[in-house]
């Protein structure tokens, strides 16, 4: 096949990617390509059929299919071009792709812009170091989620699930459904790792008990997996001796965190930041690669995937800018920081002259009435929580930002007790 060339090329069918494709044609972009590895489109969202999507997009609840047919149906009518079964594999430091698809076997994609939309990877057991064989039987959560959804396979009917992630949450409520017996989630961290509304909705419903500050120390069997030993632990993450218990289970769930999938990004030169593992940003989505901008999990781990649409709706319109060579110049440098209860936030750079929303993610949750500020004095919030599980966002006026003296480089994000 033929070396293609477009405006805007997007790696990614998931919500971020599509709604980047969206973006960029509503910005005036001729050609836009989105390239997915799978048969599909939709990206996680396509195993993801409980409700729960749609509240902020579609003021509807919608399940991922639904919520994902929306987007897609309005991605065709805005003229977005897709190319499936289509694995990006190398990219270029201009961002230039190399894609290998079975029928058009291996093509270059040379694009003005390209937007990284590649999600986000579940955490292994091997990152995890729990003591034990290696038997059949132990999955993360996600994988028994798209058996269970879309393969229609069972992966046990007797479960423990690690972790509070909301996917192993979903998917405990999910395995009760289906017949299986869930003998508890099991959370080294003294607070949960899902929202609130899925340890009520998934768990509370169901009679599903929740640990924290316990976890798996051991697993047992050879070839399947026979039980585990949990254990609770102290402030340091260290297990309790005396407080062992032996848990009789065919299936361990893993729910113990996503990692956004960057290899790509790597390869290309674009820089990563160290607490989200995605690229460092500015607040028009573009990374240390002027012509690589990125949205979705591909930057930071979203607890919503409305949120991830509307960010890659703005990712594509900029894309698309600066394809068209109109993208706004950069006026200044303020570098964003983490305060003492804050490490995941994205952008990280803002280099423009207009609003910015920063969004962040605390370390520990607040559960007293609490504000989450911006300093030095550029915004402040009053909430009655914070919580690691949900994001939070913060609205920042261009004219503030633009009114702060020369001398000002970072601003501080933090939230705290009050
Ligand atoms: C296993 C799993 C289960 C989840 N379940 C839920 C849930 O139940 N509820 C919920 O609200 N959120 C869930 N999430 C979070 C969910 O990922 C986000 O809400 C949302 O899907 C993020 O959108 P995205 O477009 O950034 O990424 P994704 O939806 O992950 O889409 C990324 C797309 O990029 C494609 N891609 C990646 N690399 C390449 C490449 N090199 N070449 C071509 N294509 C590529 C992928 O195939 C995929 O289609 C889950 C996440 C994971 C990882």
Redesign the pocket.
């Given at each position: 096949m033929a070396d293609m060339q477009v405006d805007v090329a997007i790696?990614?069918?998931?919500?971020?990617?599509v709604a980047a494709g969206i973006g960029a044609r509503e910005a005036g972009a001729e050609d836009v390509l989105v390239?997915?590895?799978?048969w599909d489109l939709?990206?996680?969202?396509q195993?993801?059929i409980?409700p729960?999507?749609g509240l902020h997009a579609f003021k509807e609840e919608l399940t991922?299919p639904e919520y994902m047919h929306r987007w897609i149906e309005r991605a065709h009518k805005a003229g977005v071009a897709f190319l499936t079964n289509?694995?990006?594999?190398k990219m270029e430091s201009d961002g230039s792709l190399w894609v290998m698809n079975p029928e058009k076997g291996v093509f270059h994609v040379t694009a003005k812009a390209t937007v990284l939309?590649?999600?986000?990877?579940?955490r292994p057991l091997g990152a995890i170091n729990v003591p034990g064989s290696r038997p059949s039987g132990i999955f993360?959560?996600?994988?028994a989620?798209r058996f269970v959804n879309m393969e229609g396979y069972m992966p046990g009917h007797r479960t423990v699930i690690l972790g509070s992630g909301?996917?192993g949450l979903?998917m405990a409520r999910r395995l009760v459904w289906e017949g299986a017996r869930v003998e508890g989630v099991f959370e080294l961290m003294p607070w949960a790792g899902g929202l609130r509304r899925n340890i009520a909705q998934c768990l509370n419903d169901y009679g599903i008990p929740f640990y924290l500050s316990q976890t798996v120390i051991q697993v047992h069997g050879r070839d399947r997996l026979e039980g585990v030993t949990v254990a609770g632990v102290d402030e340091k993450r260290r297990p309790v001796a005396g407080t062992e218990r032996y848990i009789a289970c065919d299936c361990l769930l893993l729910a113990v965190g996503?990692i956004p999938?960057n290899e790509?990004s790597r390869m290309a030169g674009v820089d990563i930041h160290a607490a989200t593992g995605g690229p460092v940003l500015n607040e028009f989505y573009q990374t240390s690669r002027p012509s690589i901008f990125a949205?979705?999990?591909?930057v930071i781990v979203?607890d919503?995937?409305d949120w991830?649409s509307q960010e890659?709706v703005a990712a594509g319109r900029n894309a698309a800018l600066y394809a068209a060579g109109i993208l706004e110049k950069p006026v200044r440098r303020i570098e964003v920081r983490g305060g003492r209860n804050v490490r995941l936030f994205s952008p990280q750079n803002i280099v423009g002259s207009g609003d910015v929303t920063v969004y962040f993610r605390v370390l520990r949750p607040i559960e007293k009435r609490c504000r989450i500020f911006a300093e030095p004095g550029l915004f402040e919030r009053r909430q009655r929580y914070v919580r690691p599980g949900e994001m939070n966002e913060i609205h920042l006026k261009g004219a503030a930002l633009q009114a702060l003296p020369e001398t000002v480089t970072t601003i501080t994000l933090d939230a705290e007790e009050v």
């Open positions: 790696i990614g069918a998931g919500p971020a990617g390239l997915e590895r799978d939709g990206g996680i969202l195993q993801c409980h729960g999507f991922g289509s694995m990006v594999f939309a590649m999600g986000c990877r579940e993360t959560a996600g994988t989620q909301d996917i979903i996503l999938e790509l949205a979705g999990n591909v979203y919503l995937a991830v890659g």
